[in-house]
């Protein structure tokens, strides 16, 4: 009787955990299929933004690699204007988050529900950038009016002024040291009488 009861408890056991996995592996299954519509869903709004920037893109000289319009895959995809500069969606799935990767930490750029306003900051961004790094290839050096320069090399350099400020600094060594052996010296003037009787004679 003992022994029927137990076997009847451990198939009930049995039965029991197996539908405990098999929910589990349902629930794990439609969590996957929520990551995976959410990724979609990320992903065709990122497309939905990069239409809308390829006639700026296009613009883009050929030659300038710098700038990329490429959607990664992955858990959060993401579309990529450059090496430090993305765009996600943000948790809701529906807002723009356009951010940059600085030495301080990630800053957000622009971040709007909207496609229009985070496209026109993109790109703002690509046009700034374009400047920047033509400045740095051209030098970006400024010249002095010709006026201003002319005053510039009218003035006359002062002569001496090398030597003057030597002797200067070579009297103030001196008095300096003149002035601190007669600090010791009246310091001392007790503990040394053959100071005094060296004195009384002159």
């Known amino acids: 009787m ?8 451990s198939v009930t056991n049995v039965r029991n955990l197996s539908d405990a996995v098999r929910e589990m592996k349902n629930a794990a299954a439609d969590r996957a ?10 992903r065709t709004r990122l497309e939905l933004l990069a239409q809308e920037l390829e006639p700026v893109f296009a ?22 204007i450059d090496a430090v500069a993305h765009v996600v969606m943000g948790r809701d ?9 600085t030495r301080l930490g990630r800053v957000v750029i622009a971040e709007s529900a909207d496609i229009k306003p985070v496209a026109d900051q993109v790109t703002r961004y690509i046009a700034e950038r374009m400047v920047e790094r033509q400045r740095a290839v051209e030098g970006d050096v400024e010249i002095l009016p010709r ?9 006359p350099a002062p002569r001496g002024s090398a030597w003057g400020a030597f002797f200067s600094g ?9 002035f601190g052996v007669a600090v010791v010296a009246i310091a ?9 009787t060296l004195l009384s004679r002159f």
């Not at 883009?60 to 959060?76: C, T, W």
């Open 2 to 9: 003992n022994e029927a009861g137990q076997t009847l408890a």
């Open 33 to 42: 299929d929520v990551v995976v519509e959410l990724r979609e869903a990320s």
């Open 59 to 80: 613009e883009v000289p050929k030659e300038d690699p710098a700038f990329d319009l490429v959607i990664s895959s992955g858990e959060q995809p993401r579309l990529w």
């Open 93 to 101: 799935r529906r807002t723009y988050r356009f951010l940059r990767d």
């Open 147 to 155: 006026a201003a320069a002319a005053e510039v090399d009218a003035t």
């Open 170 to 178: 070579l009297g103030l060594v001196l008095l300096g040291g003149v």
């Open 188 to 196: 001392m003037w007790d503990r040394f009488p053959e100071l005094e």
